[in-house]
């Protein structure tokens, strides 16, 4: 092996282990995408228009479609988040597919991993912070259920649901919680 980063066994143990940890707070993918009908084909064409981070840009950037929010502790760092405009119209769109088809594996359960790929490709998805030694999948809340149940009042409280009416009827929706019980997706 080579002299990078991960080259001794243990040095890749550690967050291997983190990672399959963080697996397991994930609900199951559905074995196929969901089939075409009016409400699904909303929330693609909503989805295909996404804005997406440019590749060359500078951290703290303004980037159209985008919200940036500075934070400044504990480090300095810059988080992106897709502007209001564009997730009331994917939480619009996620609310027709629960009228239609549910919460279940035929429409909200199968409909939330294809926001979440959206999410993990334009935004930002799973990544290793080596400082904290821990993974972070900043796209993980698309898959979260409902926040509003037991004692997850805070998690609504910094989520892009709570930032309109919309939203909040989205996460009204939802069931109250991921499938397997955990605070959150992506996150420990």
């Known amino acids: 092996m080579g002299l990078g980063l991960y080259s001794r066994d243990r040095d890749r143990e550690r967050p291997m282990e983190a990672a399959l940890t963080l697996a397991k707070t994930y609900p199951p993918r559905p074995a196929e995408r969901l089939p075409s009908s009016p409400a699904v084909d909303s929330l693609r064409t909503v989805l295909d228009e996404a804005p ?5 840009h500078r951290w703290g950037e303004d980037v159209e479609g985008m919200e940036t929010t500075h934070h400044s502790w504990p480090d300095e760092d810059y988080t992106y988040e ?14 027709e597919v629960i009228g239609v088809h549910g919460v279940g594996d035929e ?3 199968s ?3 294809e926001v979440y790929d959206k999410y993990s490709e334009c935004v930002n998805g799973l990544s290793y912070k080596r400082r904290e030694d821990r993974w ?3 796209a993980g809340h698309w898959l979260d259920g409902q926040y509003t149940v037991g004692g997850r009042e805070i998690l609504f409280s910094i989520s892009s649901r709570s ?3 919309v939203g909040k009827h989205y996460n009204d929706m939802l069931p109250y919680r991921t499938t397997r019980d955990v605070p959150a997706v992506g996150l420990l």
């Open 107 to 109: 429409g909200w359960r």
């Open 52 to 56: 997406r981070m440019p590749k060359n």
């Open 82 to 95: 897709w502007n209001s405009a564009y997730l009331d119209r994917v939480f619009a769109a996620l609310i």
């Open 163 to 165: 930032k309109s009416s």
């Open 136 to 138: 972070l999948d900043s």
């Open 111 to 113: 409909a939330r991993w």
